[in-house]
């Protein structure tokens, strides 16, 4: 198989979401990402280009920002703000099917995030709600439980899965149909440029900075990662356009948060291509270095962080593409929960 024929089939493998969502039904897209790392606004992208595609009436578009807070500024744990009766609203009058955003935030690395999400589980039990394909993951088995009993209560809940390991968790443990489906990015192949532009500088080496690293402290050598993508002062921009969403203005009701967010997304990706596009060969422990890397056609090499994310996600979609290898000799250890 070649590597665009593998592409083709992965993008057209995203298409079995319309049998859980149905395409006349209107949706409310829940918890887009408000940062700057660029695998997350990639999922985002790829969601967009999916409703947009496929023709679906999105209802409107949220952050964790928009409905909750944190009651402890330091505190990885969210709870509800008032303006959530706009939630409650659209979902009274228009019965509309709540999508989840996707990624790699299910379980207890990213706690506040997988609070939020069980948050709209809780609140909403009656209504159709499905969560974009995921990584999962549980350290320790409290959280573990805590989403067992949570999502497996919910009558009207798929989710699906990057990886087996994770679709194991769901449909064993949790008793919940959904199935096992590639990154929302993958709806972008044939939409970002697949070329070199005639200029070959060698590989360019990624190496994540986060507590998904499995090197200790930063890691050696002259290495790049997203926050290199980040001009001087954007940081205080992401904070501001948090901020924005925070405080709940009046006037998101006509320039709606995610309009002003999608501007910054938008811009932030187009350079992490440009940052690409001149290298023939990436190396990366990220997994959307390797899935960007994909979309534009590269020769990957790719390592992994700390649960064996990448290896997962490689098994399972990209093993039959000659442009991408595993740079470690084996695996690390990839539990769902200790």
Same mark, same amino acid.
């Given at each position: ?36 790392? @660029? ?44 303006? @959530?009766?706009? +939630? ?68 009207? +809940? ?15 443990? %949790?008793? +919940? ?59 205080? @921009? ?21 309009? +002003? ?10 350079? $992490?291509?440009? %940052? ?37 996600? $490689? ?15 084996? $695996? ?7």
């Amino acid at each position: 198989m070649t590597h665009h024929s593998m592409m083709d089939a992965l993008k057209n493998k995203l298409s079995a979401i319309k049998n859980v969502v149905p395409v006349e039904n209107p949706v409310v897209y829940i918890d887009y990402p408000v940062h700057d790392n @660029v695998g997350d606004l990639l999922i985002h992208q790829g969601a967009d280009a999916f409703l947009e595609d496929y023709g679906y009436k999105v209802l409107g578009r949220y952050s964790i920002h928009d409905f909750t807070h944190r009651p402890q500024r330091h505190v990885p744990d969210v709870d509800w703000k008032p303006s @959530v009766a706009d +939630l409650d609203a659209l979902v009274r009058k228009f019965n509309p099917t709540l999508i989840l955003h996707g990624g790699g935030n299910f379980g207890d690395i990213w706690p506040e995030f997988q609070k939020f999400r069980e948050l709209i589980v809780e609140r909403y039990p009656d209504t159709s709600i499905v969560i974009f394909p995921q990584s999962i993951h549980f350290g320790e088995a409290a959280g573990k439980e805590r989403a067992i009993r949570i999502f497996g209560a919910h009558k009207k +809940l798929h989710i699906f899965t990057r990886d087996s390991e994770s679709w194991d968790f769901v449909s064993r443990e %949790c008793g +919940l149909p959904g199935g096992l489906l590639p990154d929302m990015a993958h709806q972008l192949w044939g939409r970002l440029p697949q070329d070199t532009a005639g200029e070959d500088k060698g590989v360019l080496v990624q190496r994540r900075r986060d507590k998904e690293s499995r090197e200790a402290g930063e890691p050696q050598g002259n290495h790049f990662d997203w926050d290199d993508l980040r001009k001087p002062g954007e940081r205080y @921009v992401i904070r501001a356009l948090r901020k924005w969403q925070g405080i709940d203005s009046p006037l998101r009701h006509y320039i709606s948060n995610y309009a +002003l967010w999608r501007i910054y997304r938008d811009n932030l990706v187009d350079r $992490a291509v440009s %940052c690409f596009r001149p290298y023939g060969e990436i190396d990366t422990d990220r997994l959307h270095g390797m899935i960007l890397g994909a979309l534009m056609a590269k020769r990957i090499r790719y390592g992994d962080g700390n649960y064996g994310k990448l290896h997962r996600y $490689a098994r399972a979609w990209l093993a039959e593409s000659p442009l991408i290898q595993s740079g470690l000799e084996e $695996a690390p250890s990839t539990p769902i929960a200790s």
